[in-house]
């Protein structure tokens, strides 16, 4: 018997300006439902201080989409998490399509280029590129693409952790509420909070990472990790560290675990933060 697969063929140019237009859109509006916990903090919170700073973060979110300017001076290095499907060609080199598309966005937007080309020397690449690139292969003839800009002040609060089994649960929580602890005001609250456990030392950073890209609005569909989402989402608000650390009800927005299995004597753990503006953007091809 013989079978005929038809694939798709995708070419650089396709991709680079489905890229272009999802990194513009991704450092300029905060999503609706994004808006709406803040705007829910913005209702229940009693310090003064604190409510003028949820206020003005409404009113910025506002200005950037309207006005078409970048929602914070910092527009990070770009995360581009892809989904390619394996009925797909691609007609070029994809790491380029990509890195061309976030090239053009910070070029004619004039978005800040926060990219040096060493660790070492220090020398900025002027273009903001190149960006880092996960890529997982999936059923089907669809490429889908999510850019993340990850700003230092969040992502230099990010840690990670090799427990031992024996640290269990109360050992997770107690380092992801000292994570958020330690970072203060320093990642722009509220926060979104991207926990991952198991895998190895790599596979739960990036397991975090991709925790912040979840809608704002679900929980997890495994028991445990729900479970943790609501004991840590709870424990992080009674940090009392409040919107831009000025003290306050609400200092994360959401909490997302996401978990993989691991070595039976390791219980790696990370945690991520997103700010207040919580930027990412998806496109499909």
């Known amino acids: ?93 994809f790491e380029k399509a990509i890195n061309s598309g976030i090239k053009r966005a910070y070029s004619t937007e004039y978005l800040r280029k926060s990219v040096v080309k060493s660790p070492l020397d220090r020398v900025n690449t002027n273009d903001n590129t190149p960006c880092i690139i996960h890529t997982t292969i999936t059923d089907g003839d669809k490429l889908k693409i999510t850019l993340c800009p990850k700003g230092a002040g969040s992502e230099n609060m990010g840690r990670v952790k090799m427990l031992t089994p024996a640290s269990g649960e109360d050992g997770i929580i107690d380092f992801v509420v000292e994570t958020v602890r330690l970072a203060g005001g320093k990642a722009c609250p509220p926060l979104i909070v991207g926990v991952g456990i198991g895998g190895d030392l790599e596979e739960c950073a990036l397991l975090s990472k991709r925790a912040l890209l979840r809608d704002i609005d679900d929980c997890s569909k495994d028991t445990h990790a729900k479970r943790l989402e609501d004991i840590l989402y709870e424990k992080i608000n009674a940090l009392n560290i409040g919107a831009m650390g000025l003290k306050g009800k609400t200092t994360c927005l959401a909490v997302k675990v996401e978990t993989f299995p691991c070595h039976i004597a390791s219980l790696p753990v990370a945690v991520s933060l997103m700010c207040h503006a919580n930027r990412h953007a998806t496109c499909e091809l």
Not at 22 to 27: E, T
Not at 50 to 79: F, M, R, Y
């Open 1 to 93: 018997m013989c079978y005929t697969v038809v694939m798709k063929i995708l070419t650089e140019l396709q991709i680079e300006n489905a890229v272009y237009e999802i990194a513009k859109k991704m450092c300029f509006e905060v999503d609706e439902k994004t808006l709406k916990k803040i705007s829910d903090a913005y209702e229940k919170e009693d310090n003064r201080a604190t409510k003028d700073a949820l206020s003005d973060i409404i009113v910025n979110a506002k200005i950037a989409k309207n006005e078409h300017i970048p929602l914070c001076q910092d527009t990070g290095i770009v995360i581009a998490f892809c989904e390619i499907g394996g009925q797909i060609v691609i007609d070029g080199s």
